[in-house]
């Protein structure tokens, strides 16, 4: 007994059924929008792949040397060959294009019919009219059939000059122009050499009063036969400047500690002055500049970093009646954690984000600002580019630094329709980023950037792979005559709190040095501290004594501060230098306290004292809060912190394992036997076979095709009262939600959300 034949491939249904157990692994691996939710069977898995909205995801992914091939065979006819694929893309190395073919089969975009291999329709589609800038077939426009090619060449080596400059315009697209009025194809007088000759001998088609279309054969043969003026099937080659890996490494290591201390600096901060949320959401311009103030950085710089937090939800709305942005309690968990920790955790955030900080203080499609921290911070798009140009970097050589020019362009090749018109700042924006963050160096990836394209997630190897490389915490600082104090490396801990509170920072780099003031000095008193207290302090913090100036600074600041005392009644001034107590009366700043001498020592005020004491310290005076006792009392302000909130969006996809995969490939050829041993049914004459349930985008899909191909289609349909009937329907037309055709010798009206599956007859 001879074995059964497979049956003949008339379909991409009849392709995907034959396929092996890998490639149907393969399939989905590559297109995971298939399996979730899982098909039936393999045949409503080719109807899902044959939808618009998969193909065209499909499509979108491919790179330029993919996407030529696929334009070219959807050039070429119902089927085509390597060979005859080579030809169209200007005599490419048939072993590539055969390549190429196979990817796009084994993506479910071609299928293998025994002629050749043929596009879905679908696909067709999703390209649209204007393949390659190819107009339609003389068929589909108005005017007589298309002449072969040889009268073709003929006819356009006739042509007059003015017409053939119309041919040489149109030839690679657009394929359709508007003509002059006095040459319009509607314009009754005598034939010229321009657009009127070119409708007279079937070169062009008139398809309105001054519009003409370039039929597709005509394209093909001013072409000389090629779909593309210049295919490029080979990426281009990242080249740049080569630094040392240890310089790269070292320049990375110093940025990742950088954004360490500046964040942790700009989160303090908001620990006890958090700026407001807006009403729309997001933070204040006049916010973000207080805190590039505060850091002294740029306004982009200091964008990306309030960004940051909130990708990393290190900081969060706290959602009181008065809203703030609030460090979250997930920011006291990351401040007690390794430097290489910390940073992994920010790294993570930041590759895996929809938000684009780049964008931030440009203007919506609606005119609208974008602000920090804002919803309109969102943009789903970034995430793919920002993966995109990391792994690009990742390819070349180690220590290559390429240019932002070069990687936008391999970008550009690598998903052609995938890219937004300003692909160019977007590029350079996420390069800009990932130097600040420290996963470049000098321009080149660095050992933390490529652990962290691998890392999967997982923190405790992204920080081992940067730790070596970030510079070592110091514990003591080096005090200058000059009134600053130098720190040779990063500070961490209760020393960085301390300098932050009785200096300010001057500069930063691979030594940071602060400032002492008495601006700063009386910052720390305001706290709480003593002279000898922040002397004490200043002693345990440097490795060298404490010179003399900025002693007698503090002793200086120290002596007068707290001369004068505020207590409320609503306020009661209180001060031993009646001369001060003067000056304050005759302060034109201070007029809208309404002060008034009750005694040689002693002024009042209407106004509360937290006012005075914020007028009065802004005037210069070093004024104290005092209880009805007459103690002096320090204010607390506690850290405030706001309930974390998940900022970063997961991956709209989640890919299926080898296990997941080879359980529901199992669960599909399960059911497609089970199919094939069902009784079959008949209607009309004719046996049918069973109805899998569909979705209504696959049972739209089905009937898209069947009505291409003017073939009926087996479907269950639901009616009123609940009841579902088999029907053998010959589509015609699909519309608003429904589809019209014949079953039964009747025109019917289907509404698509009633069907419950359809199968191809």
């Known amino acids: 007994m001879l074995p059964e034949s497979p049956p003949p491939i008339r379909s991409l249904a009849d392709d995907i059924r034959g396929r092996s157990d890998e490639e149907l692994t393969a399939l989905l691996a590559a297109r995971p929008d298939l399996a979730r939710p899982a098909p039936s069977d393999l045949t409503a898995l080719a109807s899902r792949s044959s939808t618009r909205a998969s193909t065209a995801r499909a499509v979108d992914g491919l790179d330029t040397a993919h996407l030529l091939a696929l334009e070219a065979a959807a050039v070429g006819g119902e089927s085509v060959t ?36 043929v596009v879905t329709r679908t696909v067709v589609d999703v390209l649209g009219e204007s393949v390659a800038g190819l107009g339609l077939p003389a068929d589909d426009l108005p005017g007589p059939a298309a002449a072969d090619d040889e009268t073709l060449r003929a006819e356009i080596a006739t042509a007059p000059p003015r017409a053939r400059a119309i041919l040489d315009r149109l030839a690679w697209g657009p394929p359709v122009g508007i003509v002059p009025a006095d040459d319009a194809p509607g314009r009754r007088g005598p034939s010229d050499d321009g657009a009127r000759w070119l409708v007279a001998h079937g070169l062009v088609r008139a398809i309105a009063a001054d519009q003409v279309a370039l039929p597709r054969e005509v394209s093909m043969v001013l072409r000389d036969g090629r779909v593309h003026r210049q295919p490029r099937l080979d990426p281009p080659e990242l080249a740049g400047v080569t630094r040392q890996v240890e310089q790269v490494d070292a320049a990375a290591g110093a940025s990742a500690s950088e954004v360490l201390a500046l964040l942790d600096e700009l989160l303090d901060s908001w620990s006890q002055n958090p700026p407001r949320v807006l009403r729309t959401g997001g933070l204040a311009v006049r916010d973000l500049k207080a805190a590039a103030a505060q850091l002294d950085t740029s306004p982009e710089h200091t964008a990306y970093l309030v960004e940051l937090a909130l990708i990393a939800d290190l900081v969060a709305d706290d959602g009181e009646v008065d809203p703030h942005w609030v460090p979250t309690a997930e920011y006291d968990i990351w401040q007690t954690e390794p430097g290489g920790e910390r940073w992994a955790r920010l790294a993570l955030a930041w590759l895996t984000t929809t938000r684009a900080p780049h964008r931030v203080g440009s203007r919506t499609d609606a005119a609208a600002v974008i602000n920090a921290l804002g919803p309109d911070g969102q943009w789903p798009p970034i995430r793919t580019l920002r993966r995109g140009v990391l792994d690009l970097l990742a390819g070349v050589q180690e220590g290559v630094a390429a240019s932002a020019t070069d990687v936008a362009e391999a970008v550009r090749w690598r998903r052609p329709r995938r890219v937004p018109r300003t692909l160019d700042a977007v590029v350079a924006a996420v390069l800009r980023e990932a130097s600040w963050l420290g996963v470049t160096g000098h321009g080149a990836l660095s050992v933390g950037g490529r652990a962290l394209l691998a890392s999967e997630g997982d923190v405790q190897a992204l920080a081992e792979s940067i730790h070596p490389h970030l510079p070592a915490p110091v514990d003591a600082v080096l005090l200058q005559a000059d009134l600053t104090a130098i720190a040779p490396g990063p500070v961490t801990g209760s020393l960085a709190a301390f300098l932050r509170l009785v200096a300010d920072v001057e500069s930063r780099g691979g030594a940071t040095v602060h400032r002492f003031s008495e601006d700063s000095i009386r910052r720390c008193l305001d706290t709480g501290w003593t002279g000898e207290d922040i002397l004490a302090g200043l002693r345990d913090a440097s490795s060298t004594p404490v ?8 002793r200086d600041v120290a002596r007068r501060h707290g001369t004068i005392r505020v207590r409320g009644v609503s306020s009661v001034i209180r001060s031993e230098d009646e001369g001060g107590l003067d000056v304050m009366l005759a302060h034109r700043k201070l007029a809208a306290l309404q002060l008034r001498r009750i005694a040689p020592t002693v002024l009042t005020s209407p106004v509360g004292p937290e006012v ?47 296990a997941q995969l080879g359980s529901l490939i199992a669960g599909l050829r399960a ?18 076979p069973a109805i899998p349930a569909n979705d209504p985008t696959t049972s739209m899909a089905v009937l898209r095709e069947a009505i291409a191909d003017g073939r009926p289609a087996w479907l269950g349909y639901s009616d009123g009262i609940g009841r579902t009937q088999r029907l053998l329907f ?32």
């Open 82 to 117: 390597p060979t005859a694929l080579a030809r169209l893309l200007d005599g490419a190395d048939v072993d590539l294009v055969e390549s190429l073919l196979d990817d796009l089969w084994r993506l479910g975009l071609v299928w293998r019919a025994p002629q050749g291999l």
């Open 547 to 554: 010179p003399q100036p900025l002693e007698y600074l503090v």
């Open 612 to 658: 005075v004491l914020e007028m009065l310290r802004e005037e210069g005076f070093a004024p104290v809060p005092e209880s009805a006792s007459g103690t002096v009392t320090v204010p607390t302000r506690p850290a405030r912190r706001a309930v974390r909130q998940r900022a970063v969006d997961p991956a709209l996809v989640q890919l299926m394992d080898e």
């Open 671 to 688: 059911a497609e036997a089970h199919a094939r041993t069902r009784a079959p049914m008949t209607m009309d004459g004719r046996t049918g």
């Open 730 to 761: 010959y589509p015609e037309r699909i519309d608003g939600g429904r589809v019209t055709g014949v079953s039964d010798g009747v025109t019917r009206t289907l509404s698509i959300h009633r069907i419950t599956g359809v199968v191809p007859d």
